[in-house]
């Protein structure tokens, strides 16, 4: 008969050691903390990226209605409306545009320029948005009625200055362009 040597133990499987269990969890644990911190990230700006999306449409829309004309120097919120103009932006009354955050956007032309001012921006997504706008296309952007910026793209530091307003009023941006 077979004889069984009781100084060895039967060798566990794969995955069947403690140790080994352990070090499988703190590997989950890693991944999950990993994707939520990823997701808190990229949900946190989402409405920035939103917000920035409307704006730089509005923007654009802005310029194709009065492409080769004159800016009128006065409120485009009504002819943008009438024209459907207005990409995915909200409307009140038929006449006032409004933002995610509960904001009046004022599309204001100039003759040889428009400004679209955007308020009530929480500060994370007012300097997300500052850091969104391209080396072009931007004659100047002022936030809360401070010195305008001119140099683009905007730095984090830059950008942190600007949105100074944490509380719920948020901050107010103009931006300005041709």
């Not at 500052?130 to 730095?155: D, R």
């Amino acid at each position: 008969p077979m004889i069984r040597n009781r100084k060895y133990r039967k060798q566990r499987g794969m995955f069947g050691g403690a140790i080994e269990q352990q070090m499988i969890l703190a590997g989950a644990a890693i991944i999950v903390v990993g994707a939520v911190g990823t997701a808190y990230v990229l949900l946190g700006n989402s409405k920035a990226k939103t917000e920035w999306n409307m704006l730089d449409s509005l923007v654009t829309n802005i310029r194709d209605l009065y492409s080769g004309e004159a800016y009128p120097a006065s409120d485009l919120s009504v002819p943008l409306i009438g024209n459907k103009r207005i990409g995915n932006m909200k409307t009140s009354g038929g006449n006032t545009l409004i933002n995610q955050y509960g904001g009046t956007v004022a599309p204001v032309g100039a003759t040889t320029n428009f400004t679209v001012t955007d308020p009530a921006v929480p500060q994370p997504d007012c300097i997300a948005i500052l850091k969104s706008v391209p080396a072009s296309g931007y004659t100047s952007i002022s936030v809360n009625g401070g010195a305008a910026v001119t140099s683009f793209p905007i730095i984090e530091a830059t950008a942190r200055t600007n949105c100074s307003v944490t509380s719920a009023a948020g901050n107010s941006i103009a931006l300005t362009t041709q």
